[in-house]
T-cell receptor
Framework: AQSVAQPEDQVNVAEGNPLTVKCTYSVSGNPYLFWYVQYPNRGLQFLLK??????LVKGSYGFEAEFNKSQTSFHLKKPSALVSDSALYFC????????????FGTGTRLKVLA | SQTIHQWPATLVQPVGSPLSLECTVEGTSNPNLYWYRQAAGRGLQLLFY??????ISSEVPQNLSASRPQDRQFILSSKKLLLSDSGFYLC????????????FGPGTRLLVL
Protein backbone atom coordinates (compact mmCIF):
# COMPACT_ATOMS: atom_id res chain seq x y z
CA ALA A 1 0.00 0.00 0.00
CA GLN A 2 1.15 3.53 -0.71
CA SER A 3 1.89 5.55 2.38
CA VAL A 4 3.68 8.48 3.97
CA ALA A 5 5.29 8.28 7.39
CA GLN A 6 6.17 11.10 9.73
CA PRO A 7 7.83 9.18 12.56
CA GLU A 8 7.87 12.01 15.09
CA ASP A 9 4.65 13.29 16.64
CA GLN A 10 6.48 16.29 18.04
CA VAL A 11 9.84 17.96 17.52
CA ASN A 12 11.21 20.47 20.03
CA VAL A 13 14.03 22.79 19.09
CA ALA A 14 15.54 25.90 20.61
CA GLU A 15 15.18 29.18 18.76
CA GLY A 16 18.16 29.77 16.51
CA ASN A 17 19.03 26.09 16.24
CA PRO A 18 18.60 24.09 13.04
CA LEU A 19 15.48 21.99 12.72
CA THR A 20 14.61 18.82 10.85
CA VAL A 21 11.17 17.28 10.41
CA LYS A 22 11.33 13.78 8.96
CA CYS A 23 9.25 12.24 6.19
CA THR A 24 9.55 8.91 4.40
CA TYR A 25 7.27 7.52 1.74
CA SER A 26 6.33 4.31 0.03
CA VAL A 27 4.86 4.75 -3.43
CA SER A 28 5.47 3.23 -6.81
CA GLY A 29 7.13 5.18 -9.57
CA ASN A 30 8.55 8.68 -9.23
CA PRO A 31 6.47 10.56 -6.68
CA TYR A 32 5.67 14.22 -6.31
CA LEU A 33 6.46 15.34 -2.76
CA PHE A 34 5.14 18.26 -0.72
CA TRP A 35 5.37 19.98 2.63
CA TYR A 36 2.50 21.99 4.12
CA VAL A 37 2.17 23.88 7.40
CA GLN A 38 -0.92 24.39 9.50
CA TYR A 39 -1.44 27.02 12.18
CA PRO A 40 -4.21 26.50 14.79
CA ASN A 41 -7.74 26.45 13.38
CA ARG A 42 -6.52 27.24 9.87
CA GLY A 43 -6.26 25.46 6.56
CA LEU A 44 -2.94 24.14 5.32
CA GLN A 45 -0.42 26.42 3.63
CA PHE A 46 2.00 25.23 0.98
CA LEU A 47 5.72 25.37 1.86
CA LEU A 48 7.55 23.57 -0.93
CA LYS A 49 7.44 20.72 -3.40
CA UNK A 50 9.65 18.35 -5.33
CA UNK A 51 8.50 17.37 -8.80
CA UNK A 52 11.73 16.80 -10.68
CA UNK A 53 15.23 18.22 -10.99
CA UNK A 54 17.53 19.33 -8.18
CA UNK A 55 17.12 17.15 -5.10
CA LEU A 56 17.41 20.16 -2.78
CA VAL A 57 14.26 22.23 -2.87
CA LYS A 58 13.94 25.67 -1.32
CA GLY A 59 10.58 26.98 -0.20
CA SER A 60 8.81 29.64 1.78
CA TYR A 61 9.99 31.18 5.07
CA GLY A 62 13.54 29.81 4.73
CA PHE A 63 12.53 26.15 4.67
CA GLU A 64 14.15 23.59 2.42
CA ALA A 65 13.85 19.86 1.84
CA GLU A 66 16.03 17.22 0.27
CA PHE A 67 14.66 14.45 -1.89
CA ASN A 68 16.58 11.21 -1.32
CA LYS A 69 15.39 8.54 -3.70
CA SER A 70 17.50 5.71 -2.27
CA GLN A 71 16.21 6.33 1.23
CA THR A 72 12.71 7.33 0.03
CA SER A 73 12.85 10.38 2.24
CA PHE A 74 11.95 14.05 1.97
CA HIS A 75 13.02 15.67 5.24
CA LEU A 76 12.13 19.30 5.94
CA LYS A 77 14.92 21.53 7.25
CA LYS A 78 15.62 25.07 8.33
CA PRO A 79 19.03 26.39 9.37
CA SER A 80 17.76 28.61 12.18
CA ALA A 81 14.37 28.08 13.82
CA LEU A 82 12.05 30.89 14.87
CA VAL A 83 9.40 30.79 17.57
CA SER A 84 6.90 31.68 14.85
CA ASP A 85 7.75 28.41 13.06
CA SER A 86 5.86 26.54 15.78
CA ALA A 87 3.02 24.78 13.96
CA LEU A 88 1.84 21.44 12.58
CA TYR A 89 3.75 20.23 9.53
CA PHE A 90 2.46 17.76 6.97
CA CYS A 91 4.34 15.79 4.36
CA UNK A 92 2.33 14.67 1.33
CA UNK A 93 2.95 12.58 -1.76
CA UNK A 94 1.24 11.97 -5.06
CA UNK A 95 2.26 9.05 -7.24
CA UNK A 96 3.32 10.56 -10.53
CA UNK A 97 0.73 8.74 -12.56
CA UNK A 98 -2.68 7.19 -12.41
CA UNK A 99 -4.38 9.41 -9.86
CA UNK A 100 -4.75 12.97 -8.61
CA UNK A 101 -5.05 11.68 -5.06
CA UNK A 102 -2.61 12.98 -2.45
CA UNK A 103 -1.51 10.97 0.54
CA PHE A 104 -0.74 12.94 3.70
CA GLY A 105 1.35 11.96 6.68
CA THR A 106 -0.05 12.16 10.19
CA GLY A 107 1.68 15.45 10.88
CA THR A 108 4.53 16.55 13.14
CA ARG A 109 4.05 19.26 15.69
CA LEU A 110 7.05 21.58 15.78
CA LYS A 111 7.64 23.55 18.95
CA VAL A 112 10.36 26.18 18.90
CA LEU A 113 11.39 27.25 22.36
CA ALA A 114 12.55 30.80 23.09
CA SER B 1 -6.04 35.84 -7.97
CA GLN B 2 -7.65 32.65 -6.81
CA THR B 3 -9.65 32.34 -3.62
CA ILE B 4 -11.31 29.41 -1.91
CA HIS B 5 -14.26 29.82 0.42
CA GLN B 6 -15.80 27.41 2.87
CA TRP B 7 -18.92 27.84 4.95
CA PRO B 8 -20.01 27.69 7.57
CA ALA B 9 -16.89 28.22 9.63
CA THR B 10 -18.33 26.41 12.64
CA LEU B 11 -21.29 24.09 12.99
CA VAL B 12 -22.84 22.27 15.93
CA GLN B 13 -25.33 19.61 14.95
CA PRO B 14 -27.26 16.88 16.79
CA VAL B 15 -26.72 13.24 15.97
CA GLY B 16 -29.04 12.13 13.17
CA SER B 17 -29.39 15.55 11.60
CA PRO B 18 -28.45 16.29 7.97
CA LEU B 19 -25.31 18.10 6.88
CA SER B 20 -24.35 20.34 4.01
CA LEU B 21 -20.92 21.98 3.77
CA GLU B 22 -20.08 24.14 0.81
CA CYS B 23 -16.82 25.01 -0.88
CA THR B 24 -16.39 27.42 -3.77
CA VAL B 25 -13.32 28.49 -5.69
CA GLU B 26 -12.93 31.80 -7.48
CA GLY B 27 -10.48 32.90 -10.12
CA THR B 28 -9.78 29.63 -11.90
CA SER B 29 -11.47 27.12 -14.17
CA ASN B 30 -11.70 23.33 -14.17
CA PRO B 31 -10.00 22.83 -10.83
CA ASN B 32 -9.57 19.48 -9.14
CA LEU B 33 -11.49 19.68 -5.86
CA TYR B 34 -10.89 17.79 -2.63
CA TRP B 35 -12.62 17.20 0.70
CA TYR B 36 -10.47 16.19 3.67
CA ARG B 37 -11.32 15.53 7.30
CA GLN B 38 -8.91 16.22 10.11
CA ALA B 39 -9.71 14.60 13.43
CA ALA B 40 -8.29 15.85 16.73
CA GLY B 41 -5.96 18.33 15.04
CA ARG B 42 -3.82 15.69 13.39
CA GLY B 43 -3.73 13.70 10.18
CA LEU B 44 -5.70 14.46 7.05
CA GLN B 45 -8.04 11.86 5.66
CA LEU B 46 -9.04 12.26 2.02
CA LEU B 47 -12.81 11.83 1.74
CA PHE B 48 -13.64 12.74 -1.85
CA TYR B 49 -12.02 14.29 -4.88
CA UNK B 50 -13.36 15.48 -8.19
CA UNK B 51 -11.62 16.17 -11.48
CA UNK B 52 -14.72 17.58 -13.18
CA UNK B 53 -18.43 18.31 -12.89
CA UNK B 54 -20.30 15.20 -11.85
CA UNK B 55 -17.07 13.20 -11.41
CA ILE B 56 -16.64 12.20 -7.78
CA SER B 57 -14.17 9.68 -6.38
CA SER B 58 -14.92 8.38 -2.91
CA GLU B 59 -12.01 7.29 -0.79
CA VAL B 60 -13.66 6.21 2.44
CA PRO B 61 -16.97 4.30 2.74
CA GLN B 62 -19.12 6.16 5.22
CA ASN B 63 -22.34 8.09 5.59
CA LEU B 64 -20.99 11.13 3.76
CA SER B 65 -21.44 12.03 0.11
CA ALA B 66 -20.14 14.74 -2.18
CA SER B 67 -21.48 16.53 -5.21
CA ARG B 68 -20.10 18.99 -7.73
CA PRO B 69 -23.06 20.78 -9.26
CA GLN B 70 -20.93 23.51 -10.85
CA ASP B 71 -17.33 23.73 -12.02
CA ARG B 72 -16.09 25.57 -8.93
CA GLN B 73 -18.52 24.32 -6.30
CA PHE B 74 -18.03 21.24 -4.15
CA ILE B 75 -20.57 20.17 -1.54
CA LEU B 76 -20.19 17.65 1.27
CA SER B 77 -23.41 16.15 2.60
CA SER B 78 -24.84 13.66 5.00
CA LYS B 79 -28.40 12.50 5.58
CA LYS B 80 -27.78 11.51 9.20
CA LEU B 81 -24.75 12.63 11.17
CA LEU B 82 -22.89 10.35 13.54
CA LEU B 83 -20.83 11.35 16.55
CA SER B 84 -17.75 10.15 14.67
CA ASP B 85 -18.39 12.74 11.95
CA SER B 86 -17.08 15.46 14.24
CA GLY B 87 -13.89 17.05 12.98
CA PHE B 88 -12.32 19.79 10.94
CA TYR B 89 -13.33 19.63 7.28
CA LEU B 90 -11.01 21.10 4.71
CA CYS B 91 -11.66 21.78 1.06
CA UNK B 92 -8.77 22.16 -1.38
CA UNK B 93 -8.18 22.74 -5.06
CA UNK B 94 -5.42 22.48 -7.60
CA UNK B 95 -4.80 22.30 -11.31
CA UNK B 96 -2.90 19.02 -11.48
CA UNK B 97 -1.23 17.90 -13.62
CA UNK B 98 -0.43 21.45 -14.74
CA UNK B 99 0.14 22.72 -11.19
CA UNK B 100 0.44 20.25 -8.35
CA UNK B 101 0.24 22.57 -5.36
CA UNK B 102 -2.99 22.22 -3.39
CA UNK B 103 -4.62 25.34 -2.00
CA PHE B 104 -6.71 24.86 1.11
CA GLY B 105 -9.75 26.68 2.37
CA PRO B 106 -10.09 27.96 5.95
CA GLY B 107 -12.00 24.87 7.06
CA THR B 108 -15.28 24.08 8.80
CA ARG B 109 -15.26 22.82 12.36
CA LEU B 110 -18.13 20.38 12.88
CA LEU B 111 -19.20 19.19 16.30
CA VAL B 112 -21.83 16.48 16.43
CA LEU B 113 -23.53 16.14 19.81
Amino acid sequence: AQSVAQPEDQVNVAEGNPLTVKCTYSVSGNPYLFWYVQYPNRGLQFLLKYITGDNLVKGSYGFEAEFNKSQTSFHLKKPSALVSDSALYFCAVRPSSGTYKYIFGTGTRLKVLA
Amino acid sequence: SQTIHQWPATLVQPVGSPLSLECTVEGTSNPNLYWYRQAAGRGLQLLFYSVGIGQISSEVPQNLSASRPQDRQFILSSKKLLLSDSGFYLCAWNLAPVEETQYFGPGTRLLVL
